[in-house]
């Protein structure tokens, strides 16, 4: 069973910067992806941004060219860089890591089968 635990939110003006941090153990499936979703209050969880095995990556419209996500195989730690943080991106923030068939396919379906999501970590954005 993997164990996830996000860092590194926290309240910054439009056009800021944040760094979120992914703690990672336990264990993974052979192929696997990881990847950042949140949820702001009222509205449905929406995947953010995926990375594969081979390091390929894959991002929501409303994040792309601002986000940026990697990991740390050796810190066994997933990160998201967040450049020009808009008020819109304000919400929780979730990591996860699971079986994978593809970027694009991991965000759509862990966030409409997952569960067990951990505590998260909030991001609020003023204008």
């Known amino acids: 069973q993997v164990q996830l635990a996000e860092s590194g939110g926290g309240s910054v003006q439009a056009g800021g910067s944040l760094k979120l941090s992914c703690a990672v153990s336990g264990f993974l499936p052979s192929n696997y992806c990881m990847g950042w979703f949140r949820q702001a209050p009222g509205k449905a969880r929406e995947g953010v941004a995926a990375?594969?095995?081979?390091?390929?990556?894959a991002y929501a419209d409303s994040v792309k060219g601002r986000f940026t996500i990697s990991r740390d195989n050796g810190k066994n730690t997933l990160y998201l860089q967040m450049n020009s943080l808009k008020p819109e991106d304000t919400a929780m923030y979730y990591c996860?890591?699971?079986?994978?068939?593809?970027?694009?396919?991991?965000?759509?379906?862990?966030?409409?089968?997952?569960?067990?999501w951990g505590q998260g970590t909030q991001v609020t954005v003023s204008s």
């Open positions: 990375i594969e095995g081979d390091g390929s990556t």
């Open positions: 996860a890591a699971d079986s994978c068939y593809g970027g694009r396919w991991f965000l759509s379906y862990v966030r409409d089968n997952k569960r067990d």
